[in-house]
């Protein structure tokens, strides 16, 4: 190869390496990402759905619920976005501690199915934000699960339920709310 391709060649890599890099440090600034989240929460055409408590864990038999499994009554979080905009943002408070490798977990139901969006731990104020700039599409959403598990990378919602909302004029005809006690 003669000695400007390969000059050429080296340039090229240079450039690219530098290119991901900037890409790379981008995608992982928690501040621009926190400011992006701000702007969407603050936008004059944000669009939001307040999240319910969800329906409690199913009783062991004996009508308990399984021991430690017990949602915060108080927890209430709500899923905003703006229109054109592609971030969704989940805002959770009034969570219970978790220990060890428990989080939880936001998914997301659009037309193409579950989505897990995040996993999260609240601090000490039992306040956490998810935000979401992957498939599904804000608009698309219909249906948001919070649950209180460890996170197995599972795509439906798991573990204790938490929170969930759902909006019937926005599913699809044949559409039905996540059915927790099914696991469906």
Do not use: C
Not at 11 to 36: I, M, N, P, Y
Not at 165 to 180: C, E, G, I, M
């Amino acid at each position: 190869m003669p000695k400007g391709a390969r000059v050429a060649v080296v340039l090229s890599l240079v450039v690219v390496v530098a290119w991901l890099g900037f890409r790379a440090t981008r995608a992982f600034d928690q501040d621009r990402h926190a400011a992006e989240a701000a702007a969407v929460l603050s936008a004059p055409d944000v669009v939001t759905y307040q999240l319910s408590p969800a329906a409690p864990a199913p009783a062991d038999g004996h009508g308990r619920e399984p021991a430690g499994t017990a949602g915060s009554p108080a927890a209430s979080g709500r899923l905003s976005y703006r229109p054109r905009i592609w971030l969704s943002v989940v805002d959770l408070q009034g969570l219970a501690p978790v220990a060890g490798d428990e989080r939880y977990l936001v998914f997301l139901r659009n037309w193409a199915g579950w989505t897990l969006a995040g996993a999260a731990r609240p601090g000490a104020d039992g306040a956490v934000q998810v935000r979401s700039a992957a498939e599904p599409r804000p608009p698309t959403i219909y249906e948001v699960v919070v649950t209180r598990a460890v996170d197995d990378a599972t795509s439906v919602p798991h573990g204790q339920p938490v929170l969930h909302w759902f909006d019937a004029s926005l599913a699809p005809p044949r559409a039905r709310q996540f059915d927790f006690a099914r696991g469906a």
